[in-house]
């Protein structure tokens, strides 16, 4: 999966692991991945921060992360006045986490931070990219066959080659996430954008669960709009097949 490193001196452990938490209506979810995160989290040799974006909530997920910050010295919030969505909550994560290696997941528990470990394993063998793959993903038979075809026609479509299946859970050297912040782009797929730097990178197979707690506020015309974004901003074939139908009408 990926390409190989090179053959190099292994990286020094990180002066500091960053983990960016995307939340949005999370209020079911803030103290459960909490404690599953420190249990990851405490038994790592150096120090870890813990960066939520509080994503616009309307409801008590806010109250939940306060009552985290002054509990957890390690634990900063960033609070948005409204919903910028959760490309651009993961983008304002990377521009505010400070680590050499920065994770980012989701806020609902269908990323297990059980696999930060492995992140960190295949990081320090030099890879500056390490994702999550989705092997499995418990959904309903419509959005598995939804998710499926949305990979396979964004790889097709991309002027860049996306890996399949891949997802927004992953760890990213510190150098990756320089060059996203620095990155201009309004309609933001990172998963895409990170492939575009072209640092080494690798996946990891996961099964992603269903969800346990809360419900999503990801609309069916949500993935639409998303996938439309993803594939203009990540493909030139739109605009060309627009051109030729130009070209047909005026012809």
Not at 27 to 51: A, K, T
Request: glycine share 6%; aromatic share 14%; with cysteine.
């Amino acid at each position: 999966m990926g390409e190989q490193p090179s053959e190099q001196k292994k990286r020094e452990l990180p002066r500091l692991l960053s983990v960016v938490i995307p939340c949005f209506n999370e209020q079911e979810n803030v103290w459960p991945l909490y404690e599953r995160l420190c249990s990851v989290l405490d038994v790592l040799p150096f120090p870890s921060e813990i960066l939520y974006i509080e994503n616009g909530s309307h409801d008590a997920t806010g109250h939940h992360l306060e009552a985290l910050v002054q509990k957890d010295p390690r634990i900063r919030v960033l609070v948005f006045t409204r919903n910028f969505g959760y490309q651009g909550a993961i983008s304002a994560g990377l521009e505010f986490a400070k680590g050499d290696a920065v994770v980012v997941m989701d806020g609902d528990l269908q990323d297990p931070p059980e696999l930060i470990p492995l992140f960190l394993d295949k990081w320090h063998e030099g890879f500056f990219i390490v994702y999550g793959t989705r092997a499995k993903r418990q959904a309903s038979f419509f959005y598995q066959m939804g998710y499926k075809a949305f990979y396979r026609l964004m790889r097709s479509f991309a002027y860049i080659d996306i890996p399949l299946d891949a997802s927004d859970f992953a760890l990213m050297d510190r150098r990756v996430v320089d060059v996203l912040n620095r990155m201009p782009e309004r309609d933001r797929l990172i998963r895409g954008m990170r492939e575009f730097t072209g640092f080494r990178h690798t996946g990891i197979p996961y099964d992603r669960p269903a969800r346990e707690r809360g419900v999503s506020h990801f609309t069916f015309t949500d993935y639409v709009r998303f996938a439309q974004r993803s594939i203009f901003a990540f493909s030139y074939k739109p605009l060309e097949m627009i051109s030729i139908i130009a070209l047909i009408v005026v012809g």
